[in-house]
């Protein structure tokens, strides 16, 4: 199993330029989510999906979009980057029920200029 | 308000012992997680609590104590891979039931 991948690692736009961050699972794992980590914070929520054609909001949705067709692709949508979205960006998934560890990608670094 | 607090940074000596504490004040509760995440890596978890006492896995041991809103997690005999954050997390049933709530993290710097 390749467990959580993401896509790309590293990225740098311009303002206003809009990019897709791609996330994959290959756990069969329901539950996904996306969060953005920045210096001296902790991880927040952007996004999460508990299922195929479910998404929901979490603590920092604006500016962002998301779409779960499959169980396994979960990717997040930049609409018009903006400096303040630059940031470490994780999915992460989780299995339905037990303790629910979530799995991480490894992550992408964006840069907006 | 929801809020989870840990000490921002801590050093710590080869072979010794360190202790990194969590306070958390949330809404919910429902389990508390420890991560761990090496400098440019992916969170990686380390430990679950949902009742309190003290959880034991190797060198690692984690401690919950729900009426203080509390919790350490202990790491014995360090090592110099042991450098990394410590992130706490707490799990609030919220409206998902699955959203976790994290610290900032505790950046463990261990010398020789």
């Known amino acids: 199993n390749a467990g959580v991948t993401q896509t790309p690692k590293f990225q740098v736009l311009k303002t206003g330029q809009s990019m897709t961050l791609q996330c994959a699972q290959d756990m069969n794992h329901e539950y996904m989510s996306w969060y953005r980590q920045d210096p001296g914070m902790g991880l927040r929520l952007i996004h999460y999906?508990?299922?195929?054609?479910?998404?929901d909001q979490g603590e920092v949705p604006n500016g962002y979009n998301v779409s779960r067709s499959t169980t396994e692709d979960f990717p997040l949508r930049l609409l018009s980057a903006a400096p303040s979205q630059t940031s470490v960006y994780f999915c992460a998934s989780t299995p339905h029920g037990g303790r629910e560890t979530q799995y991480f990608g490894p992550g992408t670094r964006l840069l907006v200029l | 308000g929801q809020n989870i607090d840990q000490p921002t940074e801590m050093t710590a000596t080869e072979g010794a012992i360190v202790q990194i504490n969590c306070t958390y004040q949330?809404?919910?509760?429902?389990?508390l997680f420890w991560y761990q995440q090496h400098a440019g890596e992916a969170p990686t978890f380390l430990s679950y609590n949902v009742l309190d006492g003290l959880e034991e896995k190797g060198r690692f041991s984690s401690f919950l104590s729900r009426s203080k809103g509390y919790s350490y997690l202990l790491l014995k005999e360090l090592q110099m891979k042991d450098s990394a954050s410590y992130l706490c997390a707490v799990r609030d049933p919220g409206d998902s039931n699955y959203q976790l709530i994290w610290g900032a993290g505790t950046k463990l710097i261990i010398k020789p």
């Open positions: 949330t809404s919910g509760f429902n389990g």
């Open positions: 999906s508990v299922g195929a054609g479910i998404t």
